[in-house]
């Protein structure tokens, strides 16, 4: 039997007790897998190494925007998003 793809989630989020809640949440549902990170920077990193698909983003991440997360990512196809250079 085929092993399903795993959409690979990636959480950006500040706050300790709601990152790995929403760790918990996401990674219990089968064919998702999910990274948490705790700041902008780390997000920026992670999207150097990992094909990531769904980005959650708390927006009101201290000592940065929101945006600064999606600004280093760009689309492509199929909606997966990639690092832009």
Do not use: K, Y
Not at 41 to 58: G, M, N, P, T
Not at 68 to 82: K, L, N, Q
């Amino acid at each position: 039997m085929p092993m399903a793809a795993t959409m690979t989630i990636l959480v950006v989020e500040d706050d300790q007790a709601v990152a790995e809640l929403l760790r918990a949440l996401l990674n219990d549902v089968p064919g998702w897998s999910a990274t948490v990170v705790h700041d902008a920077a780390a997000a920026s990193a992670v999207f150097r190494h990992v094909r990531v698909e769904v980005l959650v983003v708390d927006v009101n991440l201290p000592g940065s925007r929101a945006s600064s997360c999606s600004s280093c990512c760009v689309p492509i196809a199929g909606g997966v998003i990639r690092q832009s250079s």
